[in-house]
Every structure is written in structure tokens, then in C-alpha cells.
């Protein structure tokens, strides 16, 4: 991916990567609470069958994913995890922080031991509000994340960020 | 016996030495094995720290608290209400099945009793929420063992009760429909009858799996004989539910301390298990699904009319005291003990949880398994995280 790097993709090859990068995301499940029983209902229930829009929800570890959905509460014995768990995907990475607890905090504002909030420790693409959300919600989460993944230009995204492999 | 020559006998020693050459290079070390704290295995966030002598696990040490969320110090600062909405989230998948204890403790101070109606709505939601949560176990125990296709089913069926709980009370996994003094809404029109249909369904799916599963080989050579509790462990680990009656202990808090919910008025049966290995605890816990089935449809007709809420105060202050009640969830004992010094919140709320207890005896169980197993164990004791960690 020199082309990419050095920001001379052609337009129509970023359209075409995208399209493939949109309908092929590979979702890392990182259920955690309530929301991870509506996420597995989302990905393994045959109602809502996340399939068809062309995710697949079966890679063995996060170095295998493109996408993180953080479902449920997250406390802060188990921060230091996620950022452990966001930091071995591959770039380009999105996460979707799914229910009111990964979004703010949720019901637990006020407990000595919740994270208000999973974007203070990883960079959030989408939020789906809920408490929790419905799978239909989920969907739609996803949905529009793969909207800004059909408009997102790579050049752009990775200029002046050297990729440093350790 | 004949003599052996110098040269023999040399022979002899070295060969012994070389044995124990290879005996000593074909020693295991020991090795640690984390599991967890995301793992599909563990229904959450539990880690489990495991020593291995080859295959063998030679200690396990669980590590709780990834999801402690502080619901004993957020309940000293909500009112009784805002409690309620909270507490649904302890044990996520049978989640009305929460609130009924505390509620019963909050009436029980005050002096207040739900009418008939409310009770019987009450009891038909709570068996709703335990069908809701232990299909999904009936589904997944198989996931662990490598079946997959057992999980489908159970979402496929859960979805149906999970319908009929969010038309009755408008919330598809946190419902908040208990109130002090009765119940939110009175059921809606037609939900009687839809319910009878869909308890059809959840005995279709019981049997469905008793077809899959229960005969099958892998599945019975995989869980017969494998983490036997004997009922006298069972019961000093405070372990309940499912868990203590497949050891064999009969007993039930529907039916032994059947405090506010009318349990006493169904034909129903408490199933138990002498085997206390994990396909005890599977075949309890689908009879249990039978028995909520069965249950449910006695509720649906012998619903009494009536009004659906006691005369309780718009603000509930409740009076001073302190107040214990359990009630049998789907996971085991669950219990509140409420004290309040007659003021808009409570004083203090100790949570007594079914998972706690139950996962207390895994450092106890896991020790002796081989590798594999513990997987199976750990999905045969069905913990909630939640429900652990609080």
C-alpha cells in the first residue's frame, strides 16, 4: 500500500477499497455487560443476523479484527485491558461503544468504580445510546459506520502518520 | 535364579539411569494459564488463574471484580424507586426476577401488601424471565462443548419470551415494572392468549434439545462424571439454585419460604438430580424450563381480577427497621437485606447474589480437571457476571 502512504491513490481505487473494506468488517466481540446478550442476539440470533450487511463476527483475537464493539459497563479494573485489546488491532481500527454505560457512564455516573465513559481511554467512531440498545439499534450503529467508511478518504487518514511496526 | 554377569549387571544400572534421564528431561514444568477476564467461556468478564501440571489443573484461583459496578454504595443514594430501576441489571438476563426481592423487602417495612392480582402477574413475570434466562444457558452449555447449533435455537426461542415481557411491561431486558404496593400496568389485551402459544413453543424447543443433546455421546462423555459436587460440599460453599439441587439437596425457595409470590397455589414440582456432575446440572436446569412452561400457563388461567396497586403514598418514605427476603432466581438464592432509617433512601442494602456463592466453589471444583473441562464446568455452573461482581 505505497500508494496509500504517500497519498496518490486515484479516487475511483479508494471508492473501490472502500467498498470492500465497508462490507467485510471483521468485529471483534467485547461483550462486557447487559449489552453483550442484545449484541449476541444482534450477531448470533437468526432474527437480526448481522451477516447480511456484510460483518462477520467470528475472528479468534483482536489482531484479526477491524472493528470493537464495546458492549456494557466499563469499570476501571478493566480499562487498562481495553486499551491493551485496542492497541494489538491492526489500523485501520473503528470502535463502536455500544449502550449508555461504554457511551457516559450510563445509570453508574456516580459509582466509585465505573469509567464514565469508554472514550476517555479509546477513540469512539460511533455511540449507540440505549440501555440497553435494542439489536435493531446495533445495526444501525453499524450501519453508519460503514457510511463514513464508504466516504472516508485513506490518503487523508493515515497522512503524516508513519506506520511504525515494533 | 542365575548368576548375572559383572557386564550385565553394569548394563542394568545404566539402563536404569538412562530412564531416569528421560523420566527427569519428560517432566512437566508447572504452567500458569490465565483465562479471562474476556472470554467467551466465563459469560462475561471473570478471570480465572489456572496452574497446569501438564494438563492437569493443580489449582484455580478465580479473579472477580472486573465487573463491580458499587450497587451497595449507589443504593444509599437512590430512593426506593430509583433503586429498582437499578437493581435490573444485576443478573441482565432474568432481569424482573431482581427487583421482586427488594420490592417484597420495601412492603414488608411498609406494611403494605399487593393485592391478588398483582402477586399472580407478578409470579407469571418472574417465571417469563426465568425461561428468558436459563433457555439461553440450555443453548450455550452446548456452545462450550462445540455445538453451535443449539444457541440459534435458544435465541430464536428466547426472543418470543422476550416479546411478551417487552408488550407487558414495555422493557425488552430492564423491565422496572415492580412497584411498592403492586405493579406498574395491568397486562394488555390478547396477552393471555399470546402467551399460551408461546409456552407452546418454549416446550417444542425443551424437547427439541432433549433430542439434541441429552442423548448425544460426545455430550454425555463430556459432562457425565465431570465436576461432581457431593451435596454436603455443595451446601458449605452456600451454593442454591440449579446448582444445589443437581447435587441432590431438595430444596426451593418457591417452595419452602414462598414469601409474596403464589407459588402455593400451582401444581408444580421441584426436580433434582443425584448425580451432582455437570449433566445434572444441565438436565435440572431443562426441567426447570419445563416446570416455568408449566407454571406460566397455570398463572395465565387462574389470573384473579382485581386492581393492580395498594393504596401506598405518591412519595414513599419508608419507616424505620430492616428487612430480609429471598426469592428463588433463576441463578439461585437472591436476597435483599434492606435497613432503613425512615428516610427517602435506603440506609443500607446488602445484596445477597446467587453467582457470588455459586463461583466460590470453583477454586474447590476446578482442582484435579484436565484442561478442557474446565470450560465445561465453568458453563455448567451458569454464573452471570453481573451477578458476581455486582
Request: charged share 20%; glycine share 8%.
Amino acid at each position: 500500500m505505497g500508494l496509500v502512504e504517500s497519498g496518490k491513490l486515484p479516487k475511483p481505487l479508494t471508492k473501490l477499497l472502500n467498498i470492500s473494506r465497508k462490507y467485510s468488517m471483521w468485529v471483534y466481540q467485547w461483550g462486557l455487560a447487559c449489552c453483550a446478550i442484545e449484541m449476541g442476539a444482534a450477531f448470533g440470533s437468526p432474527r437480526y443476523d448481522v451477516m447480511r450487511l456484510g460483518v462477520i463476527p467470528f475472528p479468534a483475537s483482536p489482531r484479526q479484527a477491524d472493528l470493537v464493539v464495546v458492549s456494557g459497563t466499563v469499570t476501571d479494573k478493566m480499562a487498562p485491558v481495553i486499551r491493551r485489546l485496542y492497541e494489538q488491532m491492526p489500523e485501520p481500527k473503528y470502535v463502536i461503544s455500544m449502550g449508555s454505560c461504554a457511551n457516559c457512564g450510563g445509570p453508574y455516573w456516580d459509582s466509585y468504580s465505573v469509567t464514565k465513559g469508554v472514550d476517555q481511554i479509546i477513540p469512539v467512531d460511533v455511540y449507540v445510546p440505549g440501555c440497553p440498545p435494542r439489536p435493531e439499534a446495533l445495526l444501525e450503529g453499524i450501519v453508519l459506520l460503514q457510511e463514513m467508511v464508504a466516504n472516508e478518504d485513506m490518503a487523508a487518514k493515515w497522512k503524516g502518520d508513519p506506520l511504525v511496526v515494533d | 535364579m542365575t548368576a548375572i554377569s559383572e557386564r550385565q549387571q553394569r548394563a542394568y544400572i545404566a539402563s536404569q539411569a538412562a530412564d531416569m534421564r528421560v523420566n527427569v528431561e519428560l517432566e512437566t514444568e508447572g504452567m500458569t494459564l490465565n483465562i479471562g477476564p474476556q472470554h467467551p467461556a466465563t459469560h462475561g468478564t471473570l478471570r480465572i488463574i489456572v496452574k497446569l501440571d501438564g494438563e492437569l489443573v493443580v489449582a484455580a484461583d478465580p479473579v472477580p471484580g472486573y465487573m463491580h459496578r458499587g450497587y451497595e454504595k449507589l443504593t444509599e443514594v437512590r430512593t426506593y424507586p430509583q433503586v429498582n430501576t437499578l437493581i435490573n441489571r444485576i443478573d441482565w438476563l432474568g432481569s424482573f426476577a431482581n427487583e421482586v426481592p427488594f420490592i417484597l423487602a420495601a412492603e414488608q417495612l411498609m406494611d403494605v401488601e399487593a393485592p391478588p392480582r398483582a402477586q399472580w402477574i407478578r409470579t407469571l413475570l418472574f417465571e417469563l424471565s426465568r425461561i428468558a434466562n436459563v433457555t439461553l444457558f440450555l443453548g450455550d452449555m452446548a456452545v462450550q462443548l462445540g455445538a453451535v447449533t443449539p444457541v440459534f435455537y435458544a435465541f430464536r426461542d428466547r426472543e418470543y419470551v422476550l416479546n411478551l415481557i417487552e408488550s407487558a411491561t414495555g422493557g425488552r431486558f430492564h423491565p422496572n415494572f415492580d412497584r411498592i404496593g403492586g405493579i406498574k400496568d395491568d397486562l394488555p389485551k390478547g396477552w393471555i392468549a399470546e402467551t399460551k402459544q408461546v409456552m407452546v413453543k418454549v416446550n417444542a424447543f425443551c424437547d427439541e434439545l432433549e433430542a439434541l443433546l441429552l442423548g448425544n455421546e460426545i455430550f454425555n462423555v463430556r459432562t457425565r462424571g465431570i465436576g461432581v459436587i457431593p451435596p454436603e460440599v455443595a451446601l458449605s460453599y452456600g451454593m442454591s439454585g440449579a446448582n444445589l439441587r443437581a447435587s441432590g439437596v431438595d430444596w426451593d425457595h418457591r417452595r419452602d419460604t414462598p414469601v409474596g409470590l403464589v407459588y402455593d397455589k400451582l401444581d408444580w414440582k421441584v426436580w433434582t438430580h443425584p448425580d451432582g456432575d455437570s449433566f445434572a446440572r444441565y438436565w435440572v436446569r431443562l426441567q426447570e424450563v419445563r416446570e416455568a412452561a408449566k407454571m406460566v400457563i397455570q398463572l395465565c388461567d387462574g389470573l384473579p381480577p382485581g386492581p393492580i396497586m395498594a393504596k401506598v403514598p405518591r412519595i414513599i418514605k419508608v419507616p424505620e427497621g430492616e428487612a430480609w427476603v429471598a426469592t428463588e432466581n433463576p441463578l439461585g438464592e437472591m436476597g435483599y437485606y434492606v435497613v432503613s432509617k425512615g428516610e427517602l433512601v435506603p440506609f443500607r442494602v446488602k445484596i445477597r447474589s446467587a453467582s457470588f456463592n455459586n463461583i466460590s466453589i470453583v477454586p474447590w471444583l476446578l482442582r484435579g480437571v484436565y484442561v478442557p473441562d474446565v470450560i465445561t464446568i465453568l458453563a455448567s455452573l451458569y454464573f452471570i457476571l453481573g451477578d458476581i461482581d455486582r
